[in-house]
């Protein structure tokens, strides 16, 4: 039988045909994928003419597109509709991959073709563009342990081939957690919750046939739950279990993974003559050092810590009116935050939320983009992974330029969070390959026949992750390895954060704010309340934010801990950890760091984001426009296009003329004057 992944994509875009495959069709494709890239990259090794920049950079650039374009369909759907099958390909393609990077790296011979091209490379005429691309091959080469030798390169195999397994285990441990657990509601359990928390809790008991609505450890119910349910017990029971993933004992504990993990990356960048796995990770990233990342977050830090302990103390005094004595505990703060938004801005979220329509989120997103960069977005139909999975084709002057994907609602197969990757991404070597971008949410999904409605933070995320699609989308370079999101760590984030700040522009929400049932705009008293609010309660989320940063960073610059948990309550206790508050992501289910090496010892990157975002948008501010035509077009010629082409710091400068401070990014958050 034909397997349709090692077929021609017989569709207008090449999308992948997930009508027809199925889980049995990707090992063998696999297989025979990693059968071909081997084959190439021998080629081009035992090449015996001179290398080339052709011969070599870009041979190598087009030896594993058959690989990517498996394994970019393989991981959307292991990423948003697990499976057990899928998840055993994920145990089992971990290794395998790791095998072949370590390969890869350790080819001498190829390896040697690029030193060659990277010594004479000022003879060798090539564009800008191209000699980036060398620098970024040679740099991953070496990084990757191309210069080891002997016991020590085999022992980097060794070690990168755990890595990838135990990243895989944390990854999946933790899903299994947030899928198997639940608590279920009497009807006087739902006493002073909102409609649109019951109507959840009662589409989520469906979901699990529990026979009575429920609460889940998916976010776009637990939190609300947290917010507003008069329970403290069950707050209390929900919190823990929500705080207790990874951390139950049994098979899918990650206590025990996270410490192999620390120990393996410490031994990593020792074989690789660096000190720490900090100085490791941030030698290629914006901020450079570990004390650069540390010196910006404790600035924050102080005056985060300052407004979230004024707030705790008021927060405090409304706990001790309702009759509970003793401290305020962390699920108290959401429900009594609440209650204090409702009274001191006269906002309720229950009122706000059907404002917030899903599709007119999507709308405002898509009508923003079209304002600024002239983008055109129309429904498309094609294969998809899932029922709920939505496309459009993306067009600018009748010109096709990618194609956006959503996948909006939570359900038990998908993992936690909201995230953006590339099926395809754009590149012009292969062909005028447009990108293939999808953005994956954790939404409550409604009833039938209702719309879905959003948080004002739901569409923060939701503008959030469309920023990522957008530096995909608008990506114009010629080599794939340097394309879209392919940059610094601590840059990536910058797209993304910055489109964040056109859904709190009054003209978008007066347009797209409009009531589920009436259809009538959000009154512009409401609207002007809740913008008025926008950095309330920022205290909590920028310490629980912080702090996770911190104990990220302080895993990796020292020796690895071997209690891991212990470090966490170390270093949480040096930097005065307000009792209320938790970290975001406790070390058992901080996916970010343990899940890969994508943002381990790089969880600070958001912020060092933050302070770019905060001075971009400032820039739109300036001009007196969020829409101005002039920046807008400079915006997406110096940073959304350019991918990983040029240095971030280039690219920043090169747009606002400077890089800036910190003073932005707490002006921004409301904490400048805080003490």
């Known amino acids: 039988m034909t397997n349709p992944l090692l077929s021609d994509w017989d569709n207008p875009f090449d999308l992948p045909p997930f009508d027809v495959i199925e889980d049995a069709h990707f090992a063998p494709a696999a297989d025979h994928a990693l059968k071909e890239a081997r084959a190439a990259i021998k080629a081009i090794a035992e090449n015996q003419d001179a290398p080339t920049f052709a011969n070599t950079i870009e041979a190598l650039e087009l030896a594993e597109f058959q690989l990517g374009r498996i394994f970019g369909a393989f991981y959307a759907v292991a990423g948003a509709d697990s499976n057990p099958a899928r998840e055993a390909l994920q145990r089992e393609f971990a290794p395998k991959l790791s095998a072949f990077g370590s390969e890869v790296a350790e080819n001498k011979a190829l390896f040697q073709r690029i030193e060659t091209l990277w010594q004479s490379r000022d003879a060798l005429d090539l564009t800008d563009e191209q000699r980036r691309v060398l620098m970024l091959t040679r740099r991953g080469y070496v990084r990757q342990g191309a210069q080891l030798e002997g016991e020590a390169s085999d022992r980097l195999r060794e070690v990168k081939s755990r890595l990838s397994v135990l990243g895989t285990e944390f990854t999946q441990n933790l899903l299994a957690d947030e899928r198997a657990w639940f608590m279920a509601l009497g009807e006087g359990d739902l006493d002073g919750l909102p409609d649109f928390v019951i109507d959840a809790a009662r589409a989520a008991g469906e979901e699990k046939e529990a026979g009575c609505p429920v609460v889940t450890l998916s976010r776009s119910l637990i939190v609300p739950f947290l917010q507003f349910s008069p329970n403290r017990a069950l707050r209390q029971k929900a919190y823990e279990a929500w705080g207790a993933r990874g951390a139950n004992g049994g098979e899918t504990d990650n206590r025990a993974i996270a410490a192999e993990t620390l120990k393996l990356r410490e031994e990593r960048a020792r074989l690789l003559g660096y000190k720490t796995f900090a100085d490791y990770k941030l ?23 300052a407004s ?14 309702d009759g509970h004595n003793g401290p305020l505990e962390p699920w108290d703060w959401r429900y009594y935050s609440e209650l204090r938004r409702k009274a001191e801005h006269d906002l309720d979220e229950a009122a706000l939320k059907p404002y917030l329509q899903l599709d007119r989120m999507i709308e405002a997103s898509f009508t923003c983009a079209e304002r600024l960069f002239g983008l055109s977005f129309t429904p498309l139909d094609g294969p998809t992974y899932h029922p709920d999975v939505r496309m459009w084709d993306v067009t600018r002057d009748a010109e096709h330029i990618a194609v956006f994907i959503g996948d909006y609602f939570a359900r038990p197969s998908k993992r936690s969070g909201a995230w953006c990757m590339a099926m395809q ?10 990108p293939h971008v999808v953005n994956v949410c954790n939404f409550a999904k409604p009833a039938k026949g209702s719309p879905a409605r959003l948080s004002f933070d739901d569409a923060r995320t939701l503008f959030h992750e469309f920023g990522h699609a957008l530096h995909q989308m608008l990506s114009d370079v010629t080599y794939e390895s340097i394309s879209g999101t392919s940059v610094a760590r601590d840059f990536v984030e910058l797209p993304s954060q910055l489109y964040e700040h056109w859904l709190a522009v009054p003209e978008v929400l007066a347009e797209f704010a409009t009531h589920a049932e009436t259809g009538e705009p959000m009154p512009k008293d409401m609207l002007d309340r809740m913008l008025a609010a926008a950095n309330y309660d920022t205290g909590f989320q920028t310490v629980e934010y912080v702090a ?18 212990q470090k966490q309550a170390e270093m949480l206790e040096e930097i005065g950890m307000p009792h209320a508050i938790r970290m975001r992501h406790a070390t058992p289910h901080f996916a970010h760091v343990f899940a890969g090496d ?17 001075d971009a948008f400032e820039a739109f501010e300036e001009a007196g426009d969020p829409f101005d035509p002039a920046l807008a077009k400079k915006l997406e010629e110096t940073i959304l296009s350019s991918g990983g082409s040029v240095d971030a ?3 920043y400068t090169a747009f606002r003329g400077r890089l800036p401070g910190v003073q932005a990014l707490l002006k921004g958050r409301g904490l400048d004057k805080a003490t």
């Open 308 to 321: 979230a302990e004024a707030d705790a103390a008021v927060l405090t005094e409304m706990l001790h009116k």
């Open 548 to 565: 996770s940063a911190l104990v990220d960073l302080a895993f990796h610059d020292g020796p690895a801990p071997s209690d891991p948990m």
């Open 425 to 434: 991404s754009q590149q012009r070597l292969a062909g005028d390959l447009r």
């Open 283 to 305: 030698e290629t990233e914006m901020a450079g050092t570990p004390d650069a990342v540390r010196d910006l977050l404790m600035q924050v830090w102080a005056p985060a810590r």
């Open 598 to 614: 994508g943002y381990s010892s790089g969880y600070y990157s958001y912020m060092w984001s933050e302070v770019m975002d905060a």
């Open 649 to 651: 710091a280039e690219l």
